[in-house]
């Protein structure tokens, strides 16, 4: 091969294969150090973080403090730790929601006929008319704050990409060659649909869960910031943001540990995210 010779697209594709694995096994390792923290927060950080110490308020980061300490003198990587259960379940229960909704929205627009598809696309058009943290605002508005409030306005918000996404595969894959060639060997419908064409059509469903949890994280954590969500004394990562704001002059590390938690777990869910949608990608060709 002459040097201005270009590589073949396999050699190509195997030389972004490195990089791209190796940012996927990062933010593996990202995402796991988030649940571990979140599913048991005492093994990642032993002290309470609701434990005052006024001799040691605002203590910069240090041996005995790693990510030093607030107004109070509690220990602020043990907040940022216990932290991530609460944000995790508002990401990942959103999501998680989102998409059954989503799922089942989009087999009855697929499946029930031309006037059902008709509105639950126009319903489906009409909240994605609107940003997503509005949309959760305005919802948050009619049905109040909270946790849980938190988490069924993002679900709400969110859902429409589920459903057009679902809608749109179960069409397609209802009209693929391979469909109809199996539908001509007589295999029945409801076996054709269930074994045939839900599972191919649900299976992008995983790429835009995993990228949809860090855009339901950094929602989830807006809205506690502004006040609507967890309530203090709770070490929620937006309200702990929130209520940095006011002692940033006298601790930068109030807002810079939490702002990292936030960014590292949202980046890895992204990067897991576009990776499997690359080698689902690699997959199909």
Known sequence: MS?????????????RLVPGAAGALLSALVVVAAVLAALAPGLVAGDDPYASDYAAALSPPSANAWFGTDELGRDVFARVVHGARSSLLIGVGATALAALIGIA????????????????????????????????LVVIALIGGGRT???????????????????SRVVVTAGAEFVSALRLLGIGRFRLFTRHVLPNALGPLLVVATTGVGNALIIGSGLSFLGMGAVPPEPEWGLLLANARNQLAHGWWLVVFPGLSITAVVVAFTVLGRWVRARSHGQEA
């Open 105 to 136: 929205l989009g087999l009855a627009a697929a499946t029930l006929g031309r006037f059902v598809d008709l509105v639950v696309v126009r319903l489906a058009d009409l909240v994605m008319a609107f940003p997503t943290l509005l949309f959760a």
């Open 149 to 167: 409030n938190i988490l069924l306005s993002i679900a709400f918000a969110t859902a429409p990409v589920f459903v057009r996404l679902v809608r």
């Open 3 to 15: 040097a201005g010779t270009e590589a073949p697209p396999a050699d190509r594709g195997r030389g």
